[in-house]
Nanobody, 121 residues
Framework: HVQLVESGGGSVQAGGSLKLSCAAL????????MGWFRQAPGKGREGLAT???????TVADSVKDRFTISRDNAENTIYLQMDKLKPEGTAIYHC????????????????WGQGTQVTVS
């Protein structure tokens, strides 16, 4: 069983920054692909970024000049540095872990965290 625990959310003014963390607990395999998604009220989950064990990353075009994903394999933790946040970024941010598939598709991931709220005003 794998548990993902996000932290670092909060309220921030437009243009500000936040850094989210996601710790993987339990029987976690470092070769899992890990990603960040967000879900705004009334909308589906939007893929933001993914990172593989070797550090290869993919970031959605909509945020690639403002968001950075990173990973600490020794700590089984991934991060999402978010800069220049916009009000439309208000959402619950989730991390996820999986072993393959289309990175931006939620169905590609087996494990999900409960999410952390980010509010941009």
């Amino acid at each position: 069983h794998v548990q993902l625990v996000e932290s670092g959310g909060g309220s921030v003014q437009a243009g500000g920054s936040l850094k989210l963390s996601c710790a993987a607990l339990g029987r976690f395999y470092s070769n899992y692909c890990m990603g960040w998604f967000r879900q705004a009220p009334g909308k589906g989950r939007e893929g933001l970024a993914t990172i593989f064990e070797d550090g290869t990353t993919t970031v959605a075009d909509s945020v690639k000049d403002r968001f950075t994903i990173s990973r600490d394999n020794a700590e089984n933790t991934i991060y999402l540095q978010m800069d220049k946040l916009k009000p439309e970024g208000t959402a619950i941010y989730h991390c996820a872990a999986g072993d393959g598939g289309v990175w931006s598709t939620p169905e590609s991931y087996k494990y999900w965290g409960q999410g952390t709220q980010v509010t941009v005003s």
